[in-house]
């Protein structure tokens, strides 16, 4: 279960959280939505420790994040998926999928780590000569499935993905959206999902919540999204200029 | 009225003094910290073999041709100038000895440190800080691997151990560049100049070549990650980080020579 009881984080003089209250339970798939640049990807980076808040607590099954135990045993359990994929341009695909499985706690020997590397990539609709091409010889999408192979090669328990199919065609984000359903369904993963495609909220939330100023401003079942009475949502979900939330921010 | 504008140059110019010292010390501050963490987790496993691997070919074995031919040139160049500055008052015939001194105790271990500061410091901010900007360290953080073991570590450690090396081949392919000018055009015997050479240098002479090589080499390599892994954001940020890594790679490397120059050699 994750918490977070009233995060805040600025940069500088930009607020960006302004008292984050959220809960996540074990097993679920939530789904965060909210206008770019609303910080998203920040309250991610937040839990992970990447980025440390300035208020606020953020605990994981009841211990909190920042407390310095072991850092690398509380980071195996997660597995994340950058908005910007970040993989290693060093590394041919394949050791980007399996860095864990080849260095560490989880270290295996290397040709089992590159078939679990080349079965992950198959998962994400990779072929398995992908597996020892570079990141930088493939396209945007490619690097984003890639990055959500890395994301699941370990099996994590809790896995955030930042935007998993902006960049994909309609047919692979659909692949992507089963796929991280079956995660959650059959791995039991709990799963922490950024996206801006309403498609993918709908086929993978359990809950959504949608950040705006700084604040969750809504918190649901996904089956009440459409219902719900709250005019910055529905602004969102149909995507009107019209509404609320201002377009110029 | 006019006593604040008369004051208001002088408080400003005092702050802003304040702020720089501040500034340096706090930058110094953060430098020692950085160096002794990357100290620290050379000593401490997990060891990255491969990464450790892959800087000894960057560092090392990739420069040797520059610092061969930095070496060769210099070398060269300072056969001629001792001799014609030594015809001035008839002491030509000290170019094996001046030469073999120069090169060793100073030109070798300078030229191959800012070589290393021109070819390793720079790919190495840029690599690194290319990272920071495109999320891949703090990828590294979440696949459970410490950034400053996987990166800056292997890279420190590569610097030290190959750069006395590097200085080494410098050192003798710089004493080689003079010898070759000197029985070429300076009509020295070939023989009597390489033992004027040998007989010359002393094991103080070649101690502290090697061990400014070490220092260098640890220098450069640690501006490189330095720099990189505090860099701004964007490609201004990479473009940025790199600059800064080399000024200060190339300045400490000179202090750090004067200083230990004067350590060996000031009695
Ligand atoms: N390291 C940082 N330093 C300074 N500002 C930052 C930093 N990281 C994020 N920000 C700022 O925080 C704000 C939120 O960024 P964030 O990436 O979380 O947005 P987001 O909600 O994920 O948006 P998008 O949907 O476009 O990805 C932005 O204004 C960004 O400029
Ligand atoms: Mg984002």
Same mark, same amino acid.
């Given at each position: 279960?994750?918490?977070?009881?009233?995060?805040?984080?600025?940069?500088?003089?930009?607020?960006?959280?302004?008292?984050?209250?959220?809960?996540?339970?074990?097993?679920?798939?939530?789904?965060?939505?909210?206008?770019?640049?609303?910080?998203?990807? @920040?309250?991610?980076?937040?839990?992970?420790?990447?980025?440390?808040?300035?208020?606020?607590?953020?605990?994981?099954?009841?211990?909190? @994040?920042?407390?310095?135990?072991?850092?690398?045993?509380?980071?195996?359990?997660?597995?994340?998926?950058?908005?910007?994929?970040?993989?290693?341009?060093?590394?041919?695909?394949?050791?980007?999928?399996?860095?864990?499985?080849?260095?560490?706690?989880?270290?295996? !020997?290397?040709?089992?780590?590159?078939?679990?590397?080349?079965?992950?990539?198959?998962? /994400?609709?990779?072929? !398995?000569?992908?597996?020892?091409?570079?990141?930088?010889?493939?396209?945007?999408?490619?690097?984003?499935? @890639?990055?959500?192979?890395?994301?699941?090669?370990?099996?994590?328990?809790?896995?955030?993905?930042?935007?998993?199919?902006?960049?994909?065609? !309609?047919?692979?984000?659909?692949?992507?959206?089963?796929?991280?359903?079956?995660?959650?369904?059959?791995?039991?993963?709990?799963?922490?999902?950024?996206?801006?495609?309403?498609?993918? /909220?709908?086929?993978?939330?359990?809950?959504?919540?949608?950040?705006?100023?700084?604040?969750?401003?809504?918190?649901? !079942?996904?089956?009440?999204?459409?219902?719900?009475?709250?005019?910055?949502?529905?602004?969102?979900?149909?995507?009107?200029?019209?509404?609320?939330?201002?377009? @110029?921010? | 009225? +006019?006593?604040?504008?008369?004051?208001?140059?002088?408080?400003?110019?005092?702050?802003?003094?304040?702020?720089?010292?501040?500034?340096?010390?706090?930058?110094?501050?953060?430098?020692?910290?950085?160096?002794?963490?990357?100290?620290?987790?050379?000593?401490?496993?997990?060891?990255?073999?491969?990464?450790?691997?892959?800087?000894?070919?960057?560092?090392?074995?990739?420069?040797?041709?520059?610092?061969?031919?930095?070496?060769?040139?210099?070398?060269?160049? $300072?056969?001629?100038?001792?001799?014609?500055?030594?015809?001035?008052?008839?002491?030509?015939?000290?170019?094996?000895?001046? %030469?073999?001194?120069?090169?060793?105790?100073?030109?070798?271990?300078?030229? %191959?440190?800012?070589?290393?500061?021109?070819?390793?410091?720079?790919?190495?901010?840029?690599?690194?800080?290319?990272?920071?900007?495109?999320?891949?360290?703090?990828?590294?953080?979440?696949? +459970?691997?410490?950034?400053?073991?996987?990166?800056?570590?292997?890279?420190?450690?590569?610097?030290?151990?190959?750069?006395?090396?590097? %200085?080494?081949?410098?050192?003798?392919?710089?004493?080689?560049?003079?010898?070759? %000018?000197?029985?070429?055009? $300076?009509?020295?015997?070939?023989?009597?100049?390489?033992?004027?050479?040998?007989?010359?240098?002393?094991?103080?002479?070649?101690?502290?070549?090697?061990?400014?090589?070490?220092?260098?080499?640890?220098?450069?390599?640690?501006?490189?990650?330095?720099?990189?892994?505090?860099?701004?954001?964007?490609?201004?940020?990479?473009?940025?980080?790199?600059?800064?890594?080399?000024?200060?790679?190339?300045?400490?490397?000179?202090?750090?020579?004067?200083?230990?120059?004067?350590?060996?050699?000031?009695?």
């Amino acid at each position: 279960m994750i918490t977070l009881t009233d995060v805040h984080k600025s940069f500088g003089a930009k607020q960006i959280l302004r008292g984050v209250n959220l809960t996540v339970e074990r097993g679920e798939s939530c789904v965060i939505i909210g206008g770019s640049g609303t910080g998203k990807s @920040v309250m991610l980076k937040c839990i992970l420790g990447l980025v440390t808040p300035d208020r606020g607590t953020i605990t994981v099954d009841g211990e909190e @994040v920042s407390a310095s135990g072991d850092r690398d045993a509380f980071l195996a359990r997660f597995g994340m998926l950058f908005q910007g994929a970040a993989l290693f341009d060093s590394l041919p695909v394949w050791q980007n999928v399996a860095f864990r499985l080849l260095r560490g706690s989880l270290k295996r !020997p290397r040709h089992e780590a590159r078939e679990i590397a080349i079965e992950k990539l198959r998962r /994400v609709g990779l072929s !398995p000569d992908v597996a020892d091409q570079f990141p930088a010889e493939l396209s945007g999408g490619m690097q984003k499935r @890639v990055g959500l192979a890395r994301a699941i090669a370990a099996d994590p328990e809790i896995i955030f993905f930042d935007e998993p199919t902006t960049g994909l065609d !309609p047919i692979m984000a659909g692949v992507i959206n089963e796929l991280i359903r079956e995660i959650v369904v059959e791995m039991g993963a709990t799963a922490l999902t950024i996206t801006h495609d309403m498609t993918s /909220v709908r086929a993978i939330a359990d809950k959504v919540a949608m950040l705006h100023g700084g604040k969750i401003r809504w918190h649901g !079942p996904v089956a009440e999204m459409d219902t719900a009475n709250d005019p910055y949502l529905t602004q969102f979900i149909t995507g009107s200029a019209h509404g609320p939330i201002e377009t @110029v921010r | 009225m +006019s006593t604040t504008r008369a004051a208001n140059p002088i408080l400003h110019l005092l702050a802003r003094l304040g702020a720089a010292v501040l500034g340096t010390f706090a930058a110094v501050g953060r430098l020692t910290l950085f160096t002794l963490s990357t100290f620290r987790h050379m000593l401490t496993p997990p060891f990255y073999s491969r990464e450790f691997f892959h800087a000894l070919m960057n560092v090392g074995y990739l420069s040797l041709p520059v610092v061969g031919l930095t070496a060769l040139f210099t070398g060269g160049a $300072l056969a001629l100038q001792i001799y014609a500055g030594g015809a001035r008052f008839s002491a030509e015939q000290v170019v094996p000895q001046i %030469v073999a001194l120069g090169v060793v105790r100073e030109l070798g271990p300078v030229m %191959v440190g800012l070589m290393m500061a021109a070819r390793v410091t720079s790919s190495i901010a840029a690599e690194i800080a290319t990272m920071k900007v495109t999320e891949q360290i703090d990828a590294l953080v979440t696949l +459970s691997t410490h950034p400053m073991k996987y990166l800056t570590a292997p890279r420190v450690l590569a610097g030290l151990l190959t750069v006395p090396f590097l %200085v080494a081949v410098g050192d003798t392919v710089g004493v080689f560049g003079g010898w070759f %000018v000197a029985i070429k055009s $300076l009509d020295f015997n070939s023989a009597t100049y390489l033992k004027n050479t040998i007989d010359f240098l002393e094991m103080p002479d070649i101690v502290s070549s090697l061990v400014k090589g070490a220092a260098f080499g640890v220098i450069a390599t640690l501006m490189g990650c330095y720099f990189g892994m505090n860099s701004g954001r964007g490609a201004q940020g990479v473009g940025q980080a790199t600059k800064s890594s080399v000024v200060a790679a190339a300045v400490l490397i000179l202090a750090a020579n004067f200083l230990l120059t004067q350590a060996f050699f000031a009695a």
